[in-house]
């Protein structure tokens, strides 16, 4: 069965780093989401991304977040300075080919984010 | 405003029961629900949904009930087993643009052997 899958499962890095969590979404998918999870809180819409655009974005998806689809398998989300504050399993998500309001989202594994 | 959320933080039931979690939600527009399970350490895992033209639906061993009259929706298991203790999130989607989820505080399902 066709999973979503992310890369890395763990990251660690330095306040003010730069980080850059990747995806591979379900092949024949075309929308592609992600989502963060603060140990012990609920799921939290960032962004929704289709065509090579950003559908929607939350408050939480300020400038320091981005995302892009550098090629036909990958879908990427970068921090570019982080925060304590960002610590948190980011979990990326991707619809199937309907893209109604309806379309079920798959999950991935999820990254934690560990900022120091 | 608009929320989804759930009546028990953590449901404790014995192998073999039936479970029943539920979630209520505020947004009357929305028109997909769905339900996932998330065990440690894993992403949200889709179990089941349900659109808002139907009261009932069931999977293998699930069933998600839609009461739109007072805004409630649970998630039935039966035959509750060990492999199903996890922590169970709903989920809606209130026909914005961008396909975004709203997902509920979460409750857990711990099955005692």
């Known amino acids: 069965e066709p999973e979503v899958t992310q890369t890395p499962s763990h990251q660690v890095t330095q306040m003010g780093q730069e980080v850059i969590l990747r995806c591979v979404p ?19 819409f960032l962004v929704s991304f289709y065509n090579n655009e950003i559908s929607e974005k939350s ?15 990958n879908f990427t989300l970068k921090i570019r300075s982080t925060k304590l504050e960002d610590s948190a ?3 990326c998500a991707s619809g199937d080919t309907s893209g109604t309001s309806t379309d079920t989202q798959y999950f991935g594994p999820g990254t934690r984010l560990t900022v120091l | 405003g608009e929320s989804v959320g759930l009546h028990l933080p953590t449901l404790s039931v014995q192998e073999g029961d039936n479970s ?8 009357s527009a929305s028109d997909y629900f769905i339900w996932y399970k998330q065990e440690s350490g894993k992403g949200p895992q889709f179990i089941i949904d349900i659109r808002s033209n139907m009261d009932k639906r069931q999977g293998q061993r699930v069933t998600v009930l ?22 169970y999130f ?24």
């Open chain 2, 20 to 27: 029943i979690i539920n979630c209520a939600y505020s947004n």
């Open chain 1, 26 to 44: 379900i092949s024949n998918h075309l929308y592609f989401y992600w989502y963060r999870q603060i140990l012990g809180q609920k799921v939290e």
């Open chain 1, 89 to 91: 399993m980011y979990f």
């Open chain 2, 66 to 87: 839609l009461n739109k009259t007072v805004k409630h929706l649970s998630l039935q298991i039966a035959a509750t087993q060990p492999g199903d203790s996890a922590v």
């Open chain 2, 90 to 113: 709903c989920a809606e989607n209130g026909l914005n643009a961008g396909n975004m989820l709203t997902f509920g505080g979460g409750t857990r399902l711990m099955v005692k052997p």
């Open chain 1, 59 to 73: 408050e939480i998806f300020d400038d320091q977040f981005s995302v892009e689809r550098p090629d036909g398998s």
